[in-house]
């Protein structure tokens, strides 16, 4: 039974560089729009100018480094938290994200996720790694990039680790290490729409660490694509600080937040 797993990633490694190749040639053949609103008009990075400037302007909004929600303009910033934070803080210890989870972002990441827009992963990865860069210059860097891991089934399924492809694109642009020691032991329902304390109890033992010298005292940079509650985060990191590993900051492309948390700001 423990071979099953084990052939099942190189089943889907292979299906993936299968699909990329496929993907690629797709893009020179179809008809080039934008991935987020379909307009034909498109720059280099696959949108179009006017949902590339939303996305920047997503991109700029301030946001608590603690659980990752939008603040206010005029807000102080706090590595303590801010009213958004849960009562019972995750286990890691910081956020950084993209934006929230909102268009043309949210549309970018579900290309990414559900059709495999190449050029969409090496954008977003590009606008993860200069936040990355930014937030943890000042402070200890990642010494290990680890993505959440998809169960082996899920995976199989889909065809594509969208979380592993985000953590590919920034260990590259970091230049920095990729491990593949946390896997995901227990297949778990989709958590959309369950409140935060389902959402805790549906991962919980989800993940288990191989043991590895790497972990060991090392900063982890934990890449997904999408955070809401934090719950799938925050039982990886347990998982990851049980097998050894000194910090863990969570790096995502999004925040899923209410609407309001953000409009104000965005008009």
Same mark, same amino acid.
């Given at each position: 039974?423990?071979r099953?797993?084990q052939l099942?990633?190189?089943?889907s ?10 993907s690629?040639a797709?893009?020179?053949l179809?008809?080039?729009c934008?991935?987020a609103c379909?307009?034909?008009e498109?720059a280099?990075?696959?949108l179009c100018s006017?949902c590339g ?6 991109v700029?909004l ?6 990752g929600?939008?603040?206010g ?8 938290g ?6 019972v803080?995750?286990r890691?210890?910081?956020v950084?994200?993209?934006?929230p989870?909102a268009?043309p972002?949210r ?5 990414l996720?559900y059709h ?10 590009e606008?993860?790694?200069?936040a ?5 210059a000042a402070?200890?860097?990642a010494?290990l990039v680890?993505p959440?891991p998809?169960?082996?089934r899920?995976?199989?399924? !889909?065809g594509?680790?969208? @979380? *592993? #492809?985000?953590?590919?694109? =920034? %260990?590259?642009r970091?230049? +920095?290490?990729?491990g ?8 778990t ?7 935060r304390?389902r959402?805790?109890?549906a991962?919980?033992g989800?993940f288990?660490?191989?043991p590895?010298g790497?972990?060991?005292?090392a ?8 955070t809401?509650?934090?719950a799938?985060?925050n039982?990886?990191? !347990?998982?990851?600080?049980g @097998? *050894? #590993?000194?910090?863990?900051? =969570? %790096?995502v492309?999004a925040? +899923?937040?209410?609407p309001?948390?953000y ?5």
């Amino acid at each position: 039974m423990g071979r099953l797993p084990q052939l099942s990633r190189l089943g889907s490694t292979a299906l993936a560089a299968l699909r990329d190749c496929l993907s690629g040639a797709s893009d020179l053949l179809l008809p080039a729009c934008c991935a987020a609103c379909g307009t034909p008009e498109v720059a280099a990075d696959g949108l179009c100018s006017q949902c590339g400037l939303k996305l920047l302007s997503l991109v700029a909004l301030p946001y608590c480094p603690r659980c990752g929600a939008t603040v206010g303009p005029n807000i102080p910033l706090s590595e303590e938290g801010c009213s958004a934070c849960p009562t019972v803080l995750p286990r890691f210890a910081s956020v950084i994200r993209v934006g929230p989870y909102a268009p043309p972002l949210r549309s970018v990441i579900q290309q990414l996720k559900y059709h495999r827009r190449e050029g969409m992963l090496r954008r977003l990865g590009e606008l993860l790694a200069a936040a990355v860069a930014a937030r943890l210059a000042a402070d200890r860097p990642a010494e290990l990039v680890m993505p959440v891991p998809t169960h082996w089934r899920r995976r199989l399924t !889909r065809g594509y680790d969208h @979380a *592993g #492809a985000i953590a590919r694109q =920034l %260990a590259r642009r970091l230049e +920095a290490p990729l491990g593949d020691e946390l896997i995901r032991v227990r297949h778990t329902q989709p958590q959309v729409g369950l409140p935060r304390t389902r959402r805790i109890e549906a991962v919980r033992g989800a993940f288990e660490a191989r043991p590895s010298g790497a972990i060991a005292g090392a900063h982890v940079l934990l890449v997904d694509d999408v955070t809401t509650t934090g719950a799938t985060a925050n039982e990886a990191s !347990r998982t990851l600080l049980g @097998a *050894g #590993a000194g910090k863990i900051t =969570l %790096a995502v492309l999004a925040k +899923a937040e209410p609407p309001s948390a953000y409009a104000a700001q965005w008009r």
